[in-house]
């Protein structure tokens, strides 16, 4: 049975920074996933944040603005995003995403971990 656990969300201040993590297990060769990172709102759509795909190629949506890095470490079944220079507007819940690169369907999410910025 396929994973995520997503850890890290708590409250920060405005400006402050956070680190997220999100654990894959039962996921099997974990490297020949994409990975990522979303986010939702109260009353808003689910929305991309960052993206790393099997090769490391990566993706950040346009808000980002360079706050944020995604990374991957193989060898732990991990993926971070380390968040800088944190707004308001950036509170929200965080999820984790695997899709698998090769074959179809192959696609979870994990419970997210909520981030909230406020002084």
């Known amino acids: 049975q396929v994973q995520l656990v997503e850890s890290g969300g708590g409250l920060v201040q405005p400006g402050g920074s956070l680190r997220l993590s999100c654990a894959a297990s039962?996921?099997?060769?974990?490297?020949?996933?994409?990975m990522a990172w979303y986010r939702q709102a109260p009353e808003k759509q689910r929305e991309l944040v960052a993206r790393i795909s099997s090769g490391g190629s990566i993706q950040y949506a346009g808000f980002v603005q360079g706050r944020f890095t995604i990374s991957r470490d193989n060898a732990k079944n991990t993926v971070y995003l380390q968040m800088n220079s944190l707004k308001p507007e950036d509170a929200a819940v965080y999820y984790c995403?695997?899709?698998?690169?090769?074959?179809?369907?192959?696609?979870?999410w994990g419970k997210g971990t909520l981030v909230t910025v406020s002084s």
């Open positions: 995403n695997a899709v698998h690169q090769f074959v179809s369907g192959m696609n979870y």
């Open positions: 039962g996921i099997g060769s974990f490297s020949i996933y994409a």
